[in-house]
């Protein structure tokens, strides 16, 4: 019943940005943590951030710190993952996951109830 819809992909010169936007058709939208994962061709689909459903406290993978931010309105309902200096290693499909009544960062995929059906970003060099 949950729907998650990303946004905001597309072909990027590499050390350029996207905006990628993800909008969950539910009702309290700060009971919900948010995450980000991707999967790029060939590879296993993987963590890329979070942010609680509390305070919007945020956590990423190594691969991407210090490059993308992830954040959330919950007046809009939409969380939002902004990617700086993008390489050509972030080429993937990047998906959008929601899971209700968790505390802290959720990492796991598993962990995970409802996703997105994913967006491409292509990063050329």
């Known amino acids: 019943q949950v729907q998650l819809v990303e946004s905001g992909g597309g072909l990027v010169q590499a050390g350029g940005s996207l905006r990628l936007s993800c909008a969950p058709s539910v009702g309290t939208f700060s009971g919900w943590v948010m995450g980000w994962f991707r999967q790029a061709p060939g590879k296993e689909r993987e963590f890329v951030a979070t942010?609680?459903?509390?305070?919007?406290?945020?956590y990423y993978a190594d691969s991407v710190k210090g490059r993308f931010t992830i954040s959330r309105d919950n007046a809009k309902k939409t969380v939002y993952l902004q990617m700086n200096s993008l390489k050509p290693d972030d080429t993937a499909v990047y998906y959008c996951a929601a899971v209700r009544f968790k505390l802290g960062f959720v990492v796991r995929e598993r962990d995970y109830d409802y996703w997105g059906q994913g967006t491409q970003v292509t990063v050329s060099s």
């Open positions: 942010a609680t459903r509390n305070d919007g406290s945020t």
